[in-house]
C-alpha cells in the first residue's frame, strides 16, 4: 500500500476508516475504486480488519419456523443493532453447530455426516470431504458427534473442524470408546485419533465451545472441569474451574471467551460472577467482576451468558437478547424475538471478519 493516496486523505487513514464497516459494506464498497477493490484480499489490510474485528463481538441467534426449511440468523451487535443473515447460499438444511472468528460450522439435517464451514458475511463456504471413517455416522445416541468444534486461526487464515463422540459399533452399544476427527483447512483431509472419556455433555457445554491458546474447550455436563483438546498434540486434558465455582443450588456455569481469554461465568438467583484465566498456563483465575441481577429478577431464570468482552457480556433469553455494559453497569435489549420457539440452543458468540474458507 502508499503512504499517499491520490484523494484527500492518505492511504493509511483511508484503511483505518474502511476497517471500521460492516463486512458486507465493505464488499459493496469494493467497485468504488482499484484499491478498494484489492482490499478483501491485501494481507496489512485483513490482519487489520480482523483485529478491530475481535473488539467488537456479536451474538448469532438461529431462527427455524416450522413452515421454512431454510435457516434465518439474526445477528445482533452492539454498535448496530440487529440485523438478518440466511445461509440459503448452502443449498441445504442445516444447523449451526460451532462459530468460531467469524466463520461456522454446519451440520446437515436430512444428510448425516455432511459438514459445512461457510462465513456468513461474505456468503462463501466449503464442503468438507466424507471422512473414510464410518464412526463418523455411528457416533453414540443419535448418529452424530456429541461434541463440534471449529478452531479458526486469523493471522493463518486456516481452521480446524472437531468431530468427537462415543462410537458405537453396528448393532452394539457404546463401549466408552471416544473417537475424534479432525480436519485440517490446509491439506484438506482428516486425521483421527481415539481415546476414552467418561464424561457427558448438556446441550448448552455442546455449545459453547472456546478456542483459545490453540485448544479448544468445553464445560463438561457436570460443572467439576473444563474439557481441554490441544489441537498440535491430539491430546485431551481436564482444566481445573476457579476453586469457588461450582453446580450448587441455584448455581449455573457458562464458559466463553473475553479478550482473547478463557472465561467462566457463575450465575445465581442475585448474582453474575465473572472469572477470567489470565494465566493459561499457570491455570490461575482472577474474579474480574460481580454483578447484581437485581434488576432483571423475572429473567433470571432463563438467561445465560452468550459472548464478552472486558467492557460488556451479551446474554440471552428464550425470547430476547440483552447487552450490560460492565463500566457503566448498564442493562438495554438489544433484540426481542417474535417466534413462539425457544432460542434456548441457537445462540452463538460471532464476530465479522475477513475468513476465507477456501
Known amino acids: 500500500m502508499n503512504s499517499q493516496g491520490d484523494g484527500f486523505f492518505p492511504d493509511e487513514v483511508v484503511l483505518q476508516i474502511l476497517a471500521r464497516l460492516p463486512v458486507k459494506s465493505l464488499f459493496r464498497s469494493k467497485t468504488v475504486c482499484k484499491l478498494w477493490y484489492r482490499l478483501s484480499s491485501d494481507k496489512y489490510f485483513v490482519q487489520l480488519y480482523n483485529e478491530l474485528s475481535v473488539q467488537n463481538p456479536m451474538v448469532l441467534v438461529e431462527i ?29 438444511r442445516v444447523r449451526v453447530r460451532a462459530s468460531c472468528n467469524g466463520l461456522l460450522c454446519c451440520s446437515s439435517i436430512p444428510d448425516k455426516g455432511v459438514y459445512y464451514v461457510c462465513n456468513p458475511m461474505t456468503r462463501e463456504f466449503r464442503l468438507l470431504p466424507r471422512s473414510r471413517e464410518r464412526p463418523v455416522t455411528r457416533f453414540h445416541p443419535d448418529g452424530e458427534a456429541i461434541l463440534v468444534g471449529l478452531a479458526c486461526c486469523l493471522p493463518s ?44 455433555f448438556t446441550h448448552m457445554n455442546r455449545n459453547q465451545v472456546v478456542f483459545v491458546n490453540g485448544s479448544l474447550h468445553w464445560l463438561t455436563g457436570s460443572g467439576s472441569y473444563i474439557l481441554v483438546l490441544d489441537m498440535d498434540c491430539n491430546t485431551w486434558r481436564k482444566m481445573p474451574l476457579p476453586d469457588k ?9 457458562y464458559l466463553l471467551e473475553s479478550d482473547g481469554c478463557l472465561s467462566v461465568i457463575q450465575m445465581s438467583d442475585a448474582w453474575m460472577n465473572i472469572w477470567v484465566l489470565k494465566d493459561y498456563e499457570g491455570e490461575e483465575w482472577h474474579l474480574v467482576d460481580r454483578v447484581s441481577l437485581r434488576c432483571i429478577r423475572g429473567l433470571v431464570p432463563g438467561i445465560f451468558p452468550i459472548s464478552q468482552t472486558g467492557d460488556y457480556v451479551f446474554l440471552a433469553t428464550h425470547k430476547q437478547v440483552l447487552v450490560y455494559q460492565l463500566k457503566k453497569r448498564v442493562w438495554k435489549e438489544m433484540y426481542k424475538n417474535s417466534s413462539t420457539l425457544p432460542l434456548w440452543f441457537s445462540a452463538h458468540a460471532f464476530r465479522g471478519t475477513i475468513f476465507s474458507c477456501h
Open 157 to 200: 487464515q486456516k481452521f480446524n473442524v472437531v468431530l468427537a463422540g462415543y462410537h458405537r459399533s453396528f448393532g452394539h452399544r457404546s463401549d466408552g470408546t471416544f473417537i475424534c476427527l479432525v480436519f485440517d483447512s490446509e491439506l484438506n483431509k482428516w486425521r483421527k485419533f481415539v481415546s476414552f472419556q467418561d464424561d457427558h
Open 245 to 253: 465455582v461450582s453446580y450448587s443450588s441455584g448455581n449455573r456455569i
Open 64 to 92: 427455524s419456523e416450522a413452515s421454512d426449511s431454510k435457516s434465518s440468523l439474526i445477528c445482533v451487535d452492539n454498535l448496530r443493532g440487529a440485523c438478518e443473515l440466511s445461509l440459503d447460499f448452502l443449498k441445504d
